[in-house]
């Protein structure tokens, strides 16, 4: 599908592709072709395989674009805005992930979660341990899943032991890019937690990483809530605003992601554009944690991509449709109508372009590779009365993104291999 956003975003319109009684052909793990099912069936071999999904909608697997493996276990905690819940619940959680086991029971509990929601790529955070991402991406490879996670650089403002050094964590993010980055369908991210926990010598170090290291991501957050932009204008007083900060270290870019993107100047939206950066929108944990409402019609004015974002455990949900629920919910506060099928695009090919892998995912293209998820039109009783009276695609997206979540994802498929199934 193609991106259904506005032209001042650069975005070509386009109309979705769908297939009312489609079939999608998968070989050893790859799409081969994807239309109609009366087209196609006559040119399969007799001893095809074929898997029939009645009352259900196949789509691309989703794509969350921002999110904490490790803090599973502090999902809906009660009562903090930014910098208290860093302090009250995620610096105390990340501090056991010095223990390789509970590393591995997390990425394990967590990865399952994802699937059976439907999210088949994300762009993770581990924690300032080196083994929460070797554990991570053990479990990952083992389901051989195309995921994108980075060890936390963090070297003042934080507890001591979940303090790095500016060269140790250069040295430990080399060493796991040399082991990870590229093997499978795995990728790194550099990952600073953000400028208020690194001092300009880490994130120096940081931007040295993306440039003898030019195909991994840089991962990080961006102007998410009030007092941290006060924050962290007072520890650079030097540098013109918060993204200039990054910029200043190197780490604007085509493969740099930043989380939030809440409060940013023309200044700033501008700079985005003109380096290439992504934003993750991540509406249910700006909401929870009362951030503030992103600005999705900026973004497009100045033509910056956008992902979707579930931000566990600041937000309060591992499921990408009431991550779009929220999203919808957030632009209609501010006179902006999110169509069905724009929020569908950014869950699944936006996603896959803010992650630069969208030569590999995102869509039904011919080569790409086949991870999707069957989305169950009578997943609820109340979802299958809705549909009944939908009279358009678009209708019925709505609703089920409205309506949708975990019990609306029938199956999840990897590689053209079912991992989830509901049934």
């Known amino acids: 599908m193609d ?3 506005q032209e001042a975003a650069g975005n070509r319109e386009a109309p979705e592709r769908y297939f009312e009684d489609g079939l999608l052909v998968i070989e050893d793990g790859h799409v081969i072709q994807c239309g109609r099912a009366r087209d196609l069936l006559g040119e399969l071999p007799d001893n095809v395989l074929i898997y029939p999904h009645p009352d259900a909608l196949i789509v691309p697997g989703f794509i969350d ?6 803090q599973v276990d502090v999902i809906a905690s009660y009562g903090t805005q930014l910098i208290d819940w860093l302090h009250n619940h995620t610096f105390p959680v990340e501090s056991g992930f010095g223990d390789r086991q509970s590393c591995i029971s997390t990425a394990e509990f967590f990865i399952e979660e994802l699937l059976r929601n439907g999210t088949t790529t994300a762009l993770v955070f581990g924690t300032v341990h080196p083994q929460s991402v070797d554990a991570f991406f053990d479990v990952a490879g083992a389901r051989n899943l195309r995921m994108v996670c980075g060890k936390v650089m963090m070297d003042r403002n934080a507890p001591d032991d979940l303090l790095d050094t500016a060269q140790s964590g250069y040295e430990q993010s080399r060493e796991l890019i040399k ?4 093997k499978g369908r795995l990728g790194y991210a550099v990952t600073p937690r953000f400028a208020a926990t690194s ?3 880490q994130l120096a170090l940081a931007g040295q990483l993306l440039k003898e290291n030019q195909s991994v991501h840089l991962h990080t957050h961006l102007s998410e809530n009030r007092a941290e932009c006060k924050w962290v204008g007072d520890l650079f007083p030097d540098r013109a605003d918060y993204l200039d900060v990054y910029e200043h270290y190197g780490l604007l870019g085509k493969r740099s992601v930043f989380a939030h993107g809440i409060y940013l100047s023309d200044r700033e939206w501008n700079r985005l554009a003109e380096s290439e950066s992504r934003l993750s929108f991540c509406p249910t944990s700006n909401l929870f944690i009362g951030s503030g409402l992103f600005r999705l019609e900026s973004a497009d004015q100045y033509g910056v991509p956008v992902g979707l974002g579930t931000d566990v455990g600041g937000g309060d949900s591992f499921s990408i449709l009431r991550t779009i629920n929220e999203a919808y919910k957030v632009q209609q506060l501010q006179q902006v109508n999110l169509s069905p099928l724009r929020s569908l ?3 699944t090919l936006g996603g896959a372009r803010v992650l630069n ?3 590999q995912i995102g869509n039904f293209e011919k080569g790409k590779e086949a991870d999707f998820i069957v989305l169950d039109y009578r997943a609820t009783p109340l979802l299958e009365r809705r549909l009944a009276s939908c009279r358009s695609l678009a209708d019925k997206l709505f609703a089920i993104q409205m309506l949708g ?3 609306a994802v029938r199956e999840t498929w990897i590689m053209g291999v079912q991992q989830s199934s509901r049934h």
């Open 3 to 5: 991106d259904p956003g």
């Open 65 to 70: 674009t921002h999110v904490h493996y490790a």
């Open 179 to 182: 082991r990870w980055h590229g």
């Open 199 to 201: 001092t300009g010598e």
């Open 345 to 347: 695009y950014l869950a």
């Open 357 to 359: 892998l969208e030569q």
């Open 405 to 407: 979540d975990d019990r």
